[in-house]
């Protein structure tokens, strides 16, 4: 099934939603170009994700707005401990009493207060990390005439969100870059390649695939569709698109030799994510026992990311990264959408 069958989309290609790089700028830009725009919704506030929505609803064309889907979990004082027991070193260089740091989630999971805020909108499309929503908030998103995306990590997963009715699967291959979108397990030596986990869903699901990770050009592009994908989805290279609010230090992480080796890591937030090895990384190990859950790893680590920065620093930042970077030149959302629909 094409995917234009079921978005009204000229051109098979989702721009990734990406947290903390992007607003609605990059979104219209991709969807001026004939793509499908999306819009990270996680980590705004609720006035923030108004104004962004108005922004894309008063533009018009096929956008997508994404949600976590997770559970915030029970506060662990033990592991908070730890957490913060390897991190004292890092604290005590930069002066930063830890004791004044609040704990705290810093992302909320999607929610019957967010549908509230976000119904009038009836985006044409909402997607979710993580899994899905509970029922009763799947079907109100339903409701609205909403096309419902989700990420598998692996069959099984897929297998699922099509028993819960999404419209399409985009299948996350090892490559990409984020936050790994796994829900079912946890065992990273589950999680395979895009190349080898995209024909597999393929086979096991009725629903359109959309194929993520390692896409960063025209060639990537071609083989995904030759495996049957029904459309590509592409973040990294959007990432040094001049539309996105990618900072500098991040942009320079990314043309640099670094970007050539990144990782899973869970240091930032709790959860596996692939970014660019940096110091924090090297020195701790990129994946840490001690990192509390998903989203709360995140407080105590942030005030060192600050102070590192404002030294123009990115030791402690998630960069994030796929294993592949593209667009190196910078170009516009717009050149990059086509420059992608080269291969199709």
Known sequence: ?????????????????????????????????????????????PQALQDELKALAAHGGTWNVNFFAHTNPA???????????RLAPYHAEYGIDIDKVPSGAGRNPFSHEIADLIESFKPPVVSFHFGLPAP?????????????????????EALWLQEQGVDAVIAQGLEAGGHRGHFLDHDLTRQQGTMTLLPQ?????????????????ANAVKAAMALGASAVQVGTAYMLCP????????????R???ARHTALTNLFT???????????????????????????????????????????????????????????????????????????
């Open 270 to 344: 709790g959860r596996p994510a692939r970014g660019i090895v940096n110091r924090v990384m090297r020195e701790l190990g990129p994946l840490s026992p001690d990192a509390p859950e998903f989203p709360t790893a995140t407080a105590a680590i942030a005030p060192l990311r600050a102070a590192a920065e404002a030294k123009g620093l990115g030791d402690f930042t998630p960069l994030w990264s796929g294993q592949r970077v593209g667009n190196l030149e910078g170009v516009d959302a717009a050149t990059l959408t086509k420059a992608l629909a080269a291969g199709l």
């Open 136 to 156: 009763d908030l799947l079907q109100r998103v339903r409701s609205w005439g909403s096309r419902i995306l989700s990420s598998a990590t692996t069959v099984d």
């Open 1 to 45: 099934m094409r995917i234009q069958d079921l978005l009204p989309t000229e051109l098979p290609i989702i721009q990734a939603p990406m947290a903390g790089v992007q607003t609605s700028r990059l979104a219209i830009a991709v969807i001026d170009a004939g793509g499908v725009g999306s819009l990270p919704a996680a980590m705004l506030a």
């Open 243 to 254: 539309e996105a609010q990618t900072s500098a230090l991040h942009r320079a992480a990314l």
């Open 201 to 217: 869903i393929v086979a096991a699901v009725r629903v359109p695939v959309i194929a993520a990770g390692g896409i960063v050009d």
């Open 75 to 85: 506060p662990d004082a033990a592991r908070e401990a730890r957490w913060r027991a």
């Open 256 to 258: 640099s030799p670094q």
